[in-house]
């Protein structure tokens, strides 16, 4: 299996701030990276997929980036609704897998 | 609108049988994978397997192959998760989602999740 590990596990911040998750795949999964934000009580929702690509509704603070196996999650201006714990995971070969999650609060 | 209504609430015994549910409208349900993922309780996500309705195709997670099938019936826009023998680490909340073919099998959408409780 591929695995995912993601950094911080955990990050304070403030409404306003930039911020910047990271995830590193433990072998090459070709960019076939996925974002997700999961909100306390609810499903998670897909942000990005293919490492960069923006899912439709997502605000546009929202941003990814791929550099070989290292992958970076950018909040540009971190809004209140933003607080939630962010995933990544690879679709690149089954089984798919996540990373343990980073939680993002104030 | 694309739609994933999961099945409601359970509560069994260990040793108890279970089959949930997960159906899709608002797209052609036998052309998309269904996907299914585990979250116990207070920790992360969990992949266990997709399945391509269309000709019940599945890829399943070694970690679950064995303990749990995964299917579904196309003709009314269902896909399926079923135990014979639950255990109580089978507690958690079981989440269904769509998949679209692009870098992968992409998880798009996604049910509200159906949580299942196995306690003697």
């Known amino acids: 299996d591929i695995h995912m590990t993601q950094s911080p596990s955990s990050l304070s911040a403030s409404v306003g701030d930039r911020v910047i998750i990271s995830c590193r795949a433990s072998q090459s999964i070709n960019s076939y990276l996925n974002w997700f934000q999961q909100k306390p009580g609810k499903a998670p929702k897909l942000l990005i997929y293919a490492a960069s690509i923006l899912q439709s509704g997502v605000p546009s603070r929202f941003s990814g980036s791929a550099s070989g196996t290292h992958f970076t999650l950018t909040i540009s201006s971190l809004q209140p609704e933003d607080f939630a714990i962010y995933y990544c995971?690879?679709?690149?070969?089954?089984?798919?897998?996540f990373g343990q999650g980073t939680k993002l609060e104030i | 609108e694309v739609q994933l209504v999961q099945s409601g609430p359970e509560v069994k015994k260990p040793g108890e049988s279970l089959k949930i549910s997960c159906k899709g409208s608002g797209f052609t349900f036998s052309n998309y994978w269904i996907g299914w993922v585990r979250q116990m309780p207070g920790k992360g996500l969990e992949w266990m397997g997709i399945?391509?309705?269309?000709?019940?195709?599945?890829r399943q997670s070694p970690s679950f192959q064995g303990q749990v099938s995964i299917s579904a019936d196309k003709s009314i826009n269902t896909a399926y998760l079923q135990w014979t023998s639950l255990k109580a680490s089978d507690t958690a909340i079981y989440y269904c989602?769509?998949?679209?073919?692009?870098?992968?099998?992409?998880?798009?959408?996604w049910g509200p999740g159906t949580l299942v409780t196995v306690s003697s």
């Open positions: 399945i391509y309705p269309g000709d019940s195709d599945t």
């Open positions: 989602a769509r998949a679209f073919s692009a870098a992968g099998h992409v998880l798009d959408y």
């Open positions: 995971q690879q679709s690149y070969s089954t089984p798919q897998t």
